[in-house]
């Protein structure tokens, strides 16, 4: 029996494994990109807190507890969202069991998330009762610079949550290369946020 092989269908898989592996790059490197950015945008912030530290009006503010319940959210949201991405590797996209596994920790992570910009809320809400807002002192400027500017890049990672979680929930195919960006960015947004709260309650 003459072995026959379909040289096109050959050429149109492979060309569509080289297109998936160009886009997983091409996705991984816009990720890299946007966290390199925001890197800068906080060190500078940073910076010009080391200079203006400098000054005699400089004096520390009572920060908020709530701050170390909020990082707990976030670092359990990371964890959980990691979880996530390993229950849906490449090889189990048609399974319903990981697929429902991965629905649930990208659920929690996202409640969790949402859990953290309250709190954060809540801090600024109590910052405000001791009489501190952003133009009342350097310390209170830097400390609404630092949160305010951290939540507004984790609400785009939300965003990008509730996008994937809406994929799942409808049965439709979540993307490899998507879940590592989000779960990339939101690893950094957790690291970050521990660098953050490292300067506030050391300098604010």
């Known amino acids: 029996m003459a072995l026959t092989i379909d040289t096109p269908a050959v050429l149109r898989a492979a060309s569509g ?9 091409a996705s991984q490197s816009g990720i890299w990109v946007a966290v390199s950015a925001i890197t800068m945008s906080f060190a500078a912030f940073t910076s010009a807190l080391y200079i203006r530290q400098a000054s005699t009006d400089w004096t520390h503010i009572a920060t908020p507890r709530i701050l170390f319940l909020n990082t707990f ?8 969202l990691e979880m996530s991405r390993r229950a849906l590797r490449p ?3 048609s399974q319903a069991a990981d697929r429902a596994k991965c629905g649930l920790f ?11 910009v309250i709190g954060q809320y809540s801090a600024w809400r109590q910052l405000r009762a001791q009489g501190l807002y952003l133009a009342t002192t350097p310390n209170s400027s830097f400390f609404y610079l630092f949160t305010g500017a951290h939540a507004l890049h984790l609400l785009g990672g939300l965003a990008a949550l509730i996008y994937l979680y809406a994929h799942l929930a ?17 690893h950094f947004m957790a690291i970050l946020w521990l660098y953050l709260l490292l300067v506030i309650f050391t300098r604010l």
Do not use: M, P
Not at 17 to 25: G, L, N
Not at 106 to 116: C, D, K, R, T
């Open 73 to 80: 959210f976030l670092i359990l949201s990371s964890a959980l």
């Open 17 to 25: 494994a080289t297109s998936a592996k160009a886009a997983a790059r």
């Open 106 to 116: 990208l659920a929690v992570s996202l409640l969790l998330g949402v859990l953290f």
């Open 170 to 186: 409808v049965g439709r195919e979540v993307r490899q290369n998507l879940l590592n960006g989000v779960v990339t960015y939101w």
């Open 91 to 93: 090889d189990s996209q």
